[in-house]
């Protein structure tokens, strides 16, 4: 029998030491995540309460953390510990996990001299949402996206808790019935590329390769980009790392998106017109299907299992 589902307000999370409940936790004014977005954000997927690539996120948590110039509060022990308690505490088979870092509570504002910040003890907040898988009808046939300029930033190996730009990147989806925003760069001279999806990374297929993953020199080693590499390879599917131009996009035989929550889709229309070319337009197509049978694999073989 299942366990049933954690009412939002009863649902337990950790803050700086102490397990409380998300209706009862409080967070300082003063603090600089709160303040100025001024912390780190990294989330790992559990699937029957086993955590998928504990590994890869710890080392992109570490990496955003040092970029950031912020002191990393545990080791991987310790940060393995506290996501097994959050998770058997919760007691749902299918989770998303989120840690936050901020950089702590200060008086001053913008500077981050050494001498205003040293000392400060970053704050670790822990939560767990429950994982809404894309339902049947998406899976078989694809969704739909829009493109827009990228008016983020452009440090998109850090994992920010500054995500209001994507959020309005991905509400101008909303807006028009689609289901996420395909970003695009104009570095002038005509070349405009793709940045990515406003909460997503966008692929492609061009002659039966995979074209995607890093939109800049920051991302290399990038979990999300680097598990979809290694999907790619264990099929058998060319794989390059390489920025994807708008006209590429608009001609490609297939467009996927891929997010730990959603896991990999196919986009079968794009601001308005169906995705891909022949019998197969505006379906989801062969390499959607293949990645998408790796990464029940991936489940499987790269997963801690979580269970006490």
């Known amino acids: 029998m299942s366990t049933p589902p954690v009412a ?9 030491g102490a397990w409380q409940s998300l209706g009862t ?3 300082s004014v003063l603090d600089r995540g709160f303040l100025f977005g001024d912390g780190i954000h990294e989330a790992l997927a559990v699937h029957a309460l086993r955590l998928f690539r504990f590994d890869e996120h710890m080392a992109r948590l570490e990496h ?3 970029v950031a110039r912020i002191p990393n509060p545990l080791d991987r022990a310790g940060w393995l510990a506290l996501l097994r308690e959050l998770a058997n505490r919760v007691a749902e088979h299918e989770q998303r996990l989120h840690i936050h870092v901020t950089r702590g509570q200060a ?6 001299h050494p001498r205003l910040v040293e000392g400060l003890s970053p704050h670790v ?4 949402e429950p994982i809404s898988a894309p339902s049947a009808e998406m899976r078989h046939h694809g969704v739909a996206c829009i493109t827009a300029p990228d008016f983020r930033w452009e440090r998109d190996d850090i994992g920010s808790t500054s995500l209001l730009g994507h959020f309005m990147a991905h509400q101008l989806a909303q807006d028009q019935s689609a289901f996420e925003t395909i970003l695009l760069r104009d570095h002038g001279h005509g070349r405009v590329d793709v940045t990515g999806g406003a909460i997503s990374d966008v692929w492609i297929v061009l002659e039966d390769a995979l074209l995607g993953g890093p939109t800049s020199g920051h991302r290399s080693g990038d979990a999300p980009v680097e598990l979809l590499r290694e999907w790619a390879e264990n099929v058998g599917i060319a794989c390059h790392a390489r920025p994807i131009t708008a006209t590429e996009l608009r001609s490609a035989s297939e467009i996927l998106l891929s997010q730990p929550s959603f896991e990999l889709l196919a986009v079968t229309r794009l601001d308005g017109e169906a995705v891909g070319h022949g019998t197969g337009r505006g379906r989801p197509g062969p390499v959607y299907a293949r990645l998408a049978q790796a990464y029940q694999q991936a489940r499987i073989e ?6 006490p």
């Open 8 to 16: 939002l307000n009863d649902r337990p999370c950790y803050l700086n």
């Open 25 to 27: 936790t409080q967070v």
């Open 64 to 66: 955003a953390l040092a």
């Open 107 to 112: 008086l001053q504002a913008h500077d981050l």
């Open 125 to 128: 907040f822990l939560m767990s």
């Open 302 to 307: 790269q997963s801690l299992n979580l269970a």
